[in-house]
Structures are given as structure tokens and as C-alpha cells.
């Protein structure tokens, strides 16, 4: 705690500021507004009810209109502040409202009807938390059979892609066989191929293999990414070949060598390429809307896409649903980050 | 039984042929060095007979089975490589039972066998650690260890001291020697440092460019060498040599291009009159005498104390190094005269370097 207040107050030596200090830290603030505000709104907002979401202009902190339960009410009575005319000061509930006129009660008298003009009035307001964003997700909206595909999606073909990567990426920087280099060659010509175009194929692909409208439909075209390979294969040229052949002195077989010795000693650049493919895969939008046309087997990114209507969105429910989705993956990140950066490094890669 | 028979064995990268046809055969128990200048071959004739390289000819057996399609691992050999190779990411412990783990040694067993071997080597207080906190000479250790503990028939070192420093390369000498003794395994050993080869080798293969030069024991090759290469190549400092020619007249004589004249023996070897031939001596049977037939000009001479060099040039520019005991008077720029012992020389073919030794 104390290093990272010294790390965050960290300046340039000398009893002042210089002017360096200054620069960099309004550079750094500016670096996390920019970063930071999108998100932190996005959290603010997930918490406002619709209404205080259609406000113009827009609160940065969720705000919701007070009520009273009053006898002979069913419903709960929104609280007006009067601000003019002859009950100015006083807080009414509100009945009803006619045009331009509402029909309000003293909730210390609820018999006496009132009848205040609009203008003369402003809504009670306190900072209140809209948990029922959250709640109704699990309640009207079934939130955990979404996280379950989206994770289910993620964890088998981010294994299933490391498993089937690095035995590419093993035998394409081990072994020495005729058309290697060709083989290479063409794992990353692929990279030049947008998806959008092989999308078609690929689909009928899918279909035909009955894999259509099933997780595994989504799972499988994804396992292979060049990407992977080529990032495991950097890495894995770096391992000494003499280490394998006294592996194969060992008596080790080629499996166990890749078990036992490649895999362990890759595990930098596994880490990297796991990463990137919960990410790849958490976010994962196009390919996984045209498989998934059953709602029970939406992603939560196809659940979210859902709360997106023609004619209406739900957006405090969006909203919410969207802070749920991000923070998995936040929290991947935020523990393994610190592997991108030396296992990029030491791949030799971009 | 593990004697080991290569027959005519080749290897070829493509058009490159790079072991170029050889014959060997080593002995049960023998400790054998195969010696010769970078790129001669030598590793990758070890590696050949480990099974980790494949050959193109030839027949590789041993204890008297041909395994040149028998995989590396169930040769039954263990090899120390050069850069150790050990397993990074495993415990020392881990490093020596792996081999064992993989044949399906029980578990007690192998942790009985891997407490006796690192006993044995004094790596007991390492077991724990992981290879990249070990010094040099403990890797090397670990790396002979994990060959030891297998109990290979035939043990292969892939210069496993060129990493190490000099004194610790001195010891470790010592240990592999004393190791072969105790365990009586034959082994191969590779290296470009003749010493070593000369220190620890019961027999010694000399290579060059993917040929044979000469096999035999160290004095054999120090005492007959077959030819120009292997005379200069073993011995340190090296063996001096003298172009010449037999005199036309009298093959007893032979012309240096410096023109000096020297008897040479009545017999032992194949003088015919007129060849040109290489003298080869060493320096330490070469000596400064009034009456010695090279003229030579001292460019430099090193005094150790217990022994001094002179290093000089004769007339025709020819380098010479004389190795004498004791301290010497020469001075730097001295033209002093040498004697050449006819009893010591060995002669030369100069056309094709073959030994002119006829017995």
C-alpha cells in the first residue's frame, strides 16, 4: 500500500514541482479521464431507473423521485417540492395529473385534494440506487444461462485452441519435414483473409456438420487461429533443441516431450495467447449471432444485442446486463496483464 | 556387453557429405575421445551413434547389434551435452528422475537411485533447486548425474567442459576419469582440446572434415603419428616441421628449403632420392647447439622458471618452437643453431602427409 502511494505520488526529486511533474501528471489524468469516464458513466448509469435515464439533461449520479404509500392508494405517490403559489414549501404527493394541472394531497392531511400547476412544483429527488436493473436480470431476464454459454464458449475453445496451437506451433518449430515452411506460410496467409469472407463458407460449413444453432458451432471453427500458432511458434523456437534430445535420451516420448517439457516451458506465451483468447471469445459478437438463433443459447453479447429493439430499448436493463458482462473479463485482465507485456516481449512478436 | 562398431558409416546433408565413411570399433569399457579442429564432424558422428541423428551408409552396432534403426531412446545410451540441457523448469530431483519416471521405474525405487547417484556427484544439498540457480560446474554435475542415473550401457559427452572455467575444468576431468573408473562403462567422449583428449582417453579417434585420420592410444598417436595432421594436431606446443628435400645424390641427406642440410636415419624410414618430405620434431627434442645444422633467429622466448620456450624462424621463414627445462640464456633477436636428433624426427610425405615410418 505504501509503495504504490509512493509509486502514485512518484515525482521528478527536488523539494518542488517541476515542471515535468506537472506535465506528466496532467497527461496522466487526462490519460485516465479519457479512459476512465466512459466506464464509470457506464456503471453510474446501469443504476438509474428508465425514467432518470430519458432525463434531459442528463445526472451524472442515479437520482429517483421519492414516494409515499399513502391508505386508499394501491400505488406508491410521487413527492413534489412546491416551489410557488400559496402551498409554496411544502411537499405534496401527487394523485394525478391533468394536462397542465395535477391533483396533489398534503400526505399530513391525505383527504384535502389540492390542484397545483406544474410549474409551480419540483420532484423530490434522492441518490438511489436502481438494484432492480441488476435484480430483474436474473429474475425477468435469465441472466446465468447467458453467462453460462458465454463462459462455456470461452473456456472450451480457449482450451481447445491452446491444446490444438501449440501442437501446431510444436511440430512447426521442432521437427524438420518437407513443406514446413509452406505450411507455415500458409497458417499466416490466413491472417490476410477477413472473416466477413470466408462467413458464408464457413456457415454452410457449420450446417452441415449439424452444428448449427449448438455452442459447439461456435466453438469449433474458432479453435485454430493463426495468430496463435505463429505466437507459440516464435516462442518455442527459442527453447534449446538440445534440451528435447536429451528429453529424447530420457526415453521421453514426442507426446510427453510436448507435455512434460515444451508446454511447461512455453507457458509465457500460453499464458499471452489464453488471454487474448478469453477476449477473443468473451466478445466474440458476428460469428456466434449467426450459429445462435435460439435464445436459450444466446452468448451474453447476443443477449445484450437482444435487449436492443426496432422500436424500443431497454436500456437500463441493457446497461446493467452490459457492467456484468464487462467485469469477467476485466477481472481476467486485470491478473494476468502483467503476462502480456513479457510474454509479447519475449515472443518476438509484434 | 556394450562394444560399439561403426562400419563405413556416412552422413550426408543433401549434396554435403559430412562423415565421410568410417571405421571404428571401441572396446567394452573403454573410454574413448573423439578429437579434431570445429566443424570436423565429431559431434555429429556422436550424435549419429546416440541415434539422434539418423545416418545415410554405413552400420552402426552396438554390443554387437546393428541399431541404425533403433530410436535414440532405446539405444540405451546416456548423453551430457554441451550446454547441459537440463530440464529448466524441474528441480534438480525432478531433472535426475525423469528418465527414470519415463521407463516406469516405482517411485521408491527411483527416489532410492537418484539419493545414491547425487551422493555420489555431492549435488545432495541441490536436489531442491532449480537448474538456473546452480553454478556451471554444479549443472555439469546435475548433467552427468541424470546420465549416470539411468545406468546406461554407453555414456556420450558432447564437449561437456567448454563451458566451465579453466581450474574447474581441470577437476571435472579428474571426476569424469575417476567416474569411468568406477563405473566401468564404455564412453565417448568428444572434445576439441587434445589435452583433455591426451588426460583421459584410453584410445583416441583423431578427426578431420568428416574423416578418420587416425584411432589409437594417446602415446601411439603422440609417439606414431599416421600423418602430417595428426602430429600437428596432438602435442602442445606443436610439433615443428621442416620442408625439404632428399638430397639427389644421397638419400641420407635431407635439403631444407633454407637450404641447411641433414643427416637423416639409415633406416625406419622410406627415403626415395629426390621425394620432397615434411620433418616433423617436437619441440621439446629440439635444442640449442653450437654445432647444430639450423641456423635460427629468436623473435621471442617466454621464461616460465621451470621450463622456457623459444620461438624463432630459420632462414627460410619457417616457424620453429624450442621446449626446454630449466631457464635458458637465448636472448630476444639471438641467430642461434639447433640440433636436430635424427632419433626423434618423424618424416613426412609432403605430397599426401602420410607418415613415411615404415615398421
Same mark, same amino acid.
Request: charged residues 20%; aromatic residues 10%; neutral net charge.
Given at each position: 500500500?505504501?509503495?504504490?502511494?509512493?509509486?502514485?505520488?512518484?515525482?521528478?526529486?527536488?523539494?518542488?514541482?517541476?515542471?515535468?511533474?506537472?506535465?506528466?501528471?496532467?497527461?496522466?489524468?487526462?490519460?485516465?479521464?479519457?479512459?476512465?469516464?466512459?466506464?464509470?458513466?457506464?456503471?453510474?448509469?446501469?443504476?438509474?431507473?428508465?425514467?432518470?435515464?430519458?432525463?434531459?439533461?442528463?445526472?451524472?449520479?442515479?437520482?429517483?423521485?421519492?414516494?409515499?404509500?399513502?391508505?386508499?392508494?394501491?400505488?406508491?405517490?410521487?413527492?413534489?417540492?412546491?416551489?410557488?403559489?400559496?402551498?409554496?414549501?411544502?411537499?405534496?404527493?401527487?394523485?394525478?395529473?391533468?394536462?397542465?394541472?395535477?391533483?396533489?394531497?398534503?400526505?399530513?392531511?391525505?383527504?384535502?385534494?389540492?390542484?397545483?400547476?406544474?410549474?409551480?412544483?419540483? %420532484?423530490?429527488?434522492?441518490?438511489?440506487?436502481?438494484?432492480?436493473?441488476?435484480?430483474?436480470?436474473?429474475?425477468?431476464?435469465?441472466?446465468?444461462?447467458?453467462?453460462?454459454?458465454?463462459?462455456?464458449?470461452?473456456?472450451?475453445?480457449?482450451?481447445?485452441?491452446? =491444446?490444438?496451437?501449440?501442437?501446431?506451433?510444436?511440430?512447426?518449430?521442432?521437427?524438420?519435414?518437407?513443406?514446413?515452411?509452406?505450411?507455415?506460410?500458409?497458417?499466416?496467409?490466413?491472417?490476410?483473409?477477413?472473416?466477413?469472407?470466408?462467413?458464408?463458407?464457413?456457415?454452410?460449413?457449420?450446417?452441415?456438420?449439424?452444428?448449427?444453432?449448438?455452442?459447439?458451432?461456435?466453438?469449433? %471453427?474458432?479453435?485454430?487461429?493463426?495468430?496463435? +500458432?505463429?505466437?507459440?511458434?516464435?516462442?518455442? =523456437?527459442?527453447?534449446?533443441?538440445?534440451?528435447?534430445?536429451?528429453?529424447?535420451?530420457?526415453?521421453?516420448?514426442?507426446?510427453?516431450?510436448?507435455?512434460?517439457?515444451?508446454?511447461?516451458?512455453?507457458?509465457?506465451?500460453?499464458?499471452?495467447?489464453?488471454?487474448?483468447?478469453?477476449?477473443?471469445?468473451?466478445?466474440?459478437? =458476428?460469428?456466434?449471432?449467426?450459429?445462435?438463433?435460439?435464445?436459450?443459447?444466446?452468448?451474453?453479447?447476443?443477449?445484450?444485442?437482444?435487449?436492443?429493439?426496432?422500436?424500443?430499448?431497454?436500456?437500463?436493463?441493457?446497461?446493467?446486463?452490459?457492467?456484468?458482462?464487462?467485469?469477467?473479463?476485466?477481472? +481476467?485482465?486485470?491478473?494476468?496483464?502483467?503476462?502480456?507485456?513479457?510474454?509479447?516481449?519475449?515472443?518476438?512478436?509484434? | 556387453?556394450?562394444?560399439?562398431?561403426?562400419?563405413?558409416?556416412?552422413?550426408?546433408?543433401?549434396?554435403?557429405?559430412?562423415?565421410? *565413411?568410417?571405421?571404428?570399433?571401441?572396446?567394452?569399457?573403454?573410454?574413448?575421445?573423439?578429437?579434431?579442429?570445429? *566443424?570436423?564432424?565429431?559431434?555429429?558422428?556422436?550424435?549419429?551413434?546416440?541415434?539422434?541423428?539418423?545416418?545415410?551408409?554405413?552400420?552402426?552396432?552396438?554390443?554387437?547389434?546393428?541399431?541404425?534403426?533403433?530410436?535414440?531412446?532405446?539405444?540405451?545410451?546416456?548423453?551430457?551435452?554441451?550446454?547441459?540441457?537440463?530440464?529448466?523448469?524441474?528441480?534438480?530431483?525432478?531433472?535426475?528422475?525423469?528418465?527414470?519416471?519415463?521407463?516406469?521405474?516405482?517411485?521408491?525405487?527411483?527416489?532410492?537411485?537418484?539419493?545414491?547417484?547425487?551422493?555420489?556427484?555431492?549435488?545432495?544439498?541441490?536436489?531442491? !533447486?532449480?537448474?538456473?540457480?546452480?553454478?556451471?560446474?554444479?549443472?555439469?554435475?546435475?548433467?552427468?548425474?541424470?546420465?549416470?542415473?539411468?545406468?546406461?550401457?554407453?555414456?556420450?559427452?558432447?564437449?561437456?567442459?567448454?563451458?566451465?572455467?579453466?581450474?574447474?575444468?581441470?577437476?571435472?576431468?579428474?571426476?569424469?576419469?575417476?567416474?569411468? !573408473?568406477?563405473?566401468?562403462?564404455?564412453?565417448?567422449?568428444?572434445?576439441?582440446?587434445?589435452?583433455?583428449?591426451?588426460?583421459?582417453?584410453?584410445?583416441?579417434?583423431?578427426?578431420?572434415?568428416?574423416?578418420?585420420?587416425?584411432?589409437?592410444?594417446?602415446?601411439?598417436?603422440?609417439? !606414431?603419428?599416421?600423418?602430417?595432421?595428426?602430429?600437428?594436431?596432438?602435442?602442445?606446443?606443436?610439433?615443428?616441421?621442416?620442408?625439404?628435400?632428399?638430397?639427389?645424390?644421397?638419400?641420407?641427406?635431407?635439403?631444407?628449403?633454407?637450404?641447411?642440410?641433414?643427416?637423416?636415419?639409415?633406416?625406419?624410414?622410406?627415403?626415395?632420392?629426390?621425394?620432397?618430405?615434411?620433418?616433423?620434431?617436437?619441440?621439446?627434442?629440439?635444442?640449442?647447439?653450437?654445432? *647444430?645444422?639450423?641456423?635460427?633467429?629468436?623473435?621471442?622466448?617466454?621464461?616460465?622458471?621451470?621450463?622456457?620456450?623459444?620461438?624463432?624462424?630459420?632462414?627460410?621463414?619457417?616457424?620453429?618452437?624450442?621446449?626446454?627445462?630449466?631457464?635458458?640464456?637465448?636472448?630476444?633477436?639471438?641467430?642461434?643453431?639447433?640440433?636436430?636428433?635424427?632419433?626423434?624426427?618423424?618424416?613426412?610425405?609432403?605430397?599426401?602427409?602420410?607418415?613415411?615410418?615404415?615398421?
Amino acid at each position: 500500500m505504501g509503495r504504490t502511494l509512493a509509486f502514485l505520488t512518484a515525482t521528478r526529486g527536488g523539494a518542488r514541482l517541476h515542471w515535468t511533474d506537472w506535465a506528466s501528471y496532467s497527461y496522466l489524468f487526462v490519460g485516465v479521464f479519457l479512459m476512465f469516464f466512459p466506464v464509470i458513466w457506464l456503471v453510474l448509469s446501469s443504476f438509474k431507473t428508465e425514467a432518470d435515464l430519458q432525463r434531459y439533461p442528463p445526472t451524472f449520479l442515479p437520482y429517483q423521485q421519492q414516494t409515499i404509500m399513502l391508505d386508499g392508494h394501491a400505488d406508491p405517490l410521487p413527492l413534489f417540492q412546491i416551489t410557488d403559489g400559496e402551498h409554496e414549501g411544502k411537499i405534496l404527493a401527487q394523485l394525478r395529473r391533468v394536462g397542465l394541472r395535477a391533483q396533489m394531497v398534503d400526505p399530513a392531511d391525505p383527504e384535502t385534494r389540492l390542484t397545483i400547476d406544474i410549474a409551480d412544483r419540483a %420532484p423530490v429527488e434522492r441518490f438511489t440506487l436502481a438494484t432492480e436493473n441488476y435484480t430483474d436480470l436474473f429474475g425477468r431476464f435469465n441472466f446465468l444461462l447467458y453467462f453460462w454459454n458465454s463462459t462455456f464458449i470461452t473456456v472450451t475453445a480457449t482450451l481447445i485452441m491452446l =491444446l490444438t496451437n501449440s501442437m501446431a506451433a510444436f511440430a512447426l518449430s521442432k521437427y524438420q519435414f518437407r513443406g514446413r515452411t509452406v505450411v507455415l506460410l500458409l497458417v499466416i496467409g490466413t491472417l490476410m483473409i477477413p472473416q466477413t469472407v470466408v462467413l458464408v463458407p464457413l456457415f454452410l460449413i457449420v450446417t452441415e456438420l449439424g452444428m448449427f444453432n449448438s455452442l459447439w458451432g461456435v466453438i469449433i %471453427p474458432g479453435a485454430a487461429t493463426p495468430t496463435g +500458432v505463429f505466437l507459440l511458434r516464435q516462442y518455442m =523456437l527459442t527453447i534449446p533443441d538440445e534440451i528435447l534430445d536429451a528429453a529424447r535420451m530420457d526415453k521421453a516420448s514426442e507426446w510427453k516431450i510436448y507435455w512434460r517439457i515444451i508446454l511447461p516451458l512455453s507457458a509465457p506465451a500460453i499464458a499471452v495467447l489464453a488471454i487474448l483468447a478469453i477476449m477473443w471469445r468473451w466478445n466474440d459478437f =458476428l460469428w456466434p449471432l449467426i450459429v445462435l438463433t435460439q435464445s436459450e443459447n444466446f452468448t451474453l453479447q447476443l443477449a445484450l444485442n437482444s435487449f436492443q429493439g426496432e422500436l424500443q430499448t431497454q436500456w437500463s436493463s441493457l446497461l446493467a446486463m452490459t457492467v456484468l458482462t464487462l467485469l469477467p473479463i476485466a477481472m +481476467v485482465f486485470m491478473f494476468l496483464q502483467k503476462y502480456i507485456a513479457t510474454g509479447i516481449a519475449s515472443t518476438g512478436g509484434k | 556387453m556394450a562394444a560399439i562398431e561403426l562400419r563405413d558409416v556416412r552422413k550426408a546433408y543433401g549434396q554435403a557429405e559430412v562423415i565421410k *565413411g568410417i571405421d571404428l570399433s571401441i572396446a567394452h569399457g573403454e573410454f574413448c575421445v573423439f578429437v579434431g579442429p570445429s *566443424g570436423c564432424g565429431k559431434s555429429t558422428l556422436l550424435r549419429m551413434i546416440s541415434g539422434l541423428e539418423g545416418i545415410t551408409g554405413g552400420q552402426i552396432a552396438i554390443g554387437g547389434e546393428v541399431v541404425n534403426d533403433i530410436p535414440a531412446a532405446d539405444r540405451g545410451l546416456a548423453m551430457v551435452f554441451q550446454s547441459y540441457a537440463l530440464y529448466p523448469h524441474m528441480t534438480v530431483r525432478q531433472n535426475l528422475s525423469f528418465g527414470l519416471e519415463n521407463i516406469q521405474t516405482p517411485r521408491a525405487e527411483i527416489a532410492i537411485k537418484v539419493d545414491e547417484v547425487a551422493r555420489m556427484l555431492q549435488i545432495e544439498q541441490l536436489l531442491d !533447486r532449480r537448474p538456473k540457480d546452480l553454478s556451471g560446474g554444479q549443472r555439469q554435475r546435475v548433467a552427468i548425474g541424470r546420465a549416470v542415473v539411468r545406468e546406461p550401457r554407453v555414456f556420450l559427452f558432447d564437449e561437456p567442459l567448454s563451458n566451465l572455467d579453466a581450474e574447474l575444468r581441470v577437476d571435472m576431468r579428474g571426476e569424469i576419469a575417476a567416474l569411468h !573408473r568406477r563405473l566401468g562403462n564404455t564412453m565417448i567422449y568428444v572434445t576439441h582440446d587434445q589435452v583433455e583428449a591426451m588426460t583421459m582417453a584410453d584410445k583416441i579417434a583423431v578427426l578431420r572434415l568428416g574423416k578418420l585420420e587416425q584411432f589409437g592410444a594417446p602415446l601411439e598417436l603422440y609417439n !606414431r603419428p599416421a600423418n602430417l595432421f595428426v602430429a600437428g594436431f596432438i602435442g602442445s606446443p606443436k610439433m615443428n616441421f621442416l620442408s625439404g628435400q632428399i638430397d639427389a645424390e644421397d638419400r641420407m641427406i635431407l635439403r631444407l628449403e633454407s637450404g641447411e642440410a641433414l643427416a637423416l636415419p639409415h633406416q625406419g624410414f622410406a627415403q626415395r632420392v629426390g621425394a620432397k618430405v615434411t620433418l616433423g620434431i617436437r619441440p621439446n627434442h629440439m635444442e640449442a647447439a653450437v654445432t *647444430g645444422p639450423v641456423k635460427l633467429a629468436v623473435s621471442a622466448v617466454e621464461q616460465l622458471g621451470g621450463e622456457s620456450y623459444v620461438y624463432g624462424q630459420t632462414a627460410s621463414g619457417t616457424a620453429i618452437t624450442l621446449h626446454s627445462p630449466g631457464q635458458t640464456r637465448i636472448g630476444l633477436g639471438d641467430v642461434i643453431q639447433v640440433a636436430v636428433p635424427t632419433d626423434k624426427i618423424h618424416l613426412f610425405d609432403s605430397e599426401t602427409g602420410l607418415s613415411l615410418r615404415m615398421d
